[in-house]
């Protein structure tokens, strides 16, 4: 029992966020090219899939950034209790696990056509540059949104779709959507990663964080307006828009960056955003 324990804290399954966030790109993805093909079949069958996928990535990622963080982790507050910083598993055991998943997640995306797959591969790449991201530039967030919304893509070809101009601009706007409350998410630990000389858009932007935060969401609001321009109207589509917009506004009042639990609380309001925004597009 105390290792599945261990398990779950390495993994953060007892913090579902985590992977809800890697998840609902993927079925934007799937809730675009579904408005297009109405292939309920497949749309719903792969978003089981996805998910699945998202939560053996999600929790291979965690091992992997905390086994590449460990020294770090330690020194820092929130995360100096983890699994590995707290010597409760070792580097051996926790890469066994990361391997693991791996495997599980692999045997998910073969289910998939050719061009995912490769796409799929691709995202390993993204996903294991992730956490040395912070020790070399101010932007780990815009790489995070560059690697957790690939699922768009993904998603988007596994429909049966080639590569457009409406998926490619669907992506831009949750790359701005991650940059923005990953900025937030990150205003956490300023104080502390400051000390150990991490980077992050929260520091570079400290004193205008709200500033780049609205700039972000205003960007991926555009974004989508952009995108959806010619089905805008009085629809339950374009009202469920709305709300998502509304569900950013309130976050950017929301959020206190001098307050850490302000921080996160907004933080985790983008479980609602993500799903808001899944029902609008499923719905066009």
């Known amino acids: ?8 804290e390495l993994t953060r399954l007892n913090k579902p966020i ?20 109405k292939d309920i079949n497949s749309f719903v069958h792969f978003l089981l899939l996805f ?27 929130r995360t100096k209790t983890r699994p590995i910083a707290s010597g409760k598993i070792s580097i051996q055991q926790s890469i066994v696990y990361v391997i693991a998943l791996c ?20 995202s390993m790449f993204l996903a294991f540059s992730y956490p040395f991201m912070k020790r070399i530039t101010y932007w780990p967030q815009l790489f995070l949104g560059l690697t957790f919304n690939w699922g768009i893509i993904m998603a988007w070809c596994a429909m049966g779709f080639q590569l457009s101009y409406d998926i490619i601009l669907l992506y831009i706007s ?23 000389g991490l980077k992050s858009t929260s520091i570079k932007f400290k004193d205008k964080m709200k500033l780049f935060v609205t700039t972000c969401y205003l960007i991926s609001a555009l974004s989508l307006v952009w995108l959806n321009f010619e089905k805008l109207g009085v629809n339950i589509s374009t009202l469920i828009l709305i709300i998502f917009f509304l569900s950013l506004i309130y976050q950017l009042f929301n959020f206190e960056q001098k307050k850490p639990s302000s921080c996160l609380e907004t933080f985790k309001m983008n479980n609602f955003s993500g799903f808001i925004l899944f029902l609008s597009l499923t719905l066009i």
């Open 103 to 122: 495997v599980l997640a692999l045997i998910i995306l073969i289910q998939f056509n050719n061009l995912t797959i490769i796409l799929g591969f691709g």
């Open 174 to 196: 949750a790359i701005f959507w991650t940059l923005g409350y990953d900025t937030i998410y990150g205003a956490q630990d300023m104080s502390d990663d400051e000390i150990i």
């Open 51 to 77: 998910f699945l996928g998202s939560v053996l990535m999600r929790s291979a990622g965690c091992i992997f950034n905390d086994i590449v963080d460990r020294d770090f982790d330690k020194k820092v507050n």
């Open 18 to 37: 985590g992977f809800m966030l890697l998840f609902w790109p993927c079925s934007w993805g799937l809730a675009y090219a579904y408005s297009l093909n």
């Open 1 to 8: 029992m105390n290792h599945l324990k261990i398990f779950i």
